[in-house]
Nanobody
Framework: QVQLVESGGGLVQPGGSLTLSCAAS????????MSWYRQAPGKERELVAS?????????IDSVMGRFTISRDYVKNKNTLSLQMNSLKPEDTAIYYC???????????WGKGTLVTVSS
């Protein structure tokens, strides 16, 4: 099973920016969509943004215009990024990378990276 490893989380002030990254542990040629989810304390995990194999992107309304998702293929590894601008305290959450793999769209998850937006 492929492992997804996130990085880039941390503490940032409101209005600041962070870039999250996710890399697959091995070369894969059958990754379908890739997404970022987040889970805030006491809340359910929610889909934040996704990007399909053709580059089509989708965002939840609360991050539209502030976050940008992108995927790439670098050094034979699938990578996923999330550029987050104009961060708000309500963006505080653990952010998870997700990939849907193969003909059955099997889910693979990273362990998450914590983003804290606070002054």
């Amino acid at each position: 099973q492929v492992q997804l490893v996130e990085s880039g989380g941390g503490l940032v002030q409101p209005g600041g920016s962070l870039t999250l990254s996710c890399a697959a542990s091995r070369t894969l040629f059958n990754i379908n969509s890739m997404s970022w989810y987040r889970q805030a304390p006491g809340k359910e995990r929610e889909l934040v943004a996704s990007v399909g194999t053709g580059g089509t992107t989708n965002y939840i309304d609360s991050v539209m215009g502030r976050f940008t998702i992108s995927r790439d293929y670098v050094k034979n590894k699938n990578t996923l990024s999330l550029q987050m601008n104009s961060l708000k305290p309500e963006d505080t959450a653990i952010y998870y990378c997700n990939a849907k793999i193969g003909i059955y769209d099997l889910d693979s998850w990273g362990k998450g990276t914590l983003v804290t937006v606070s002054s």
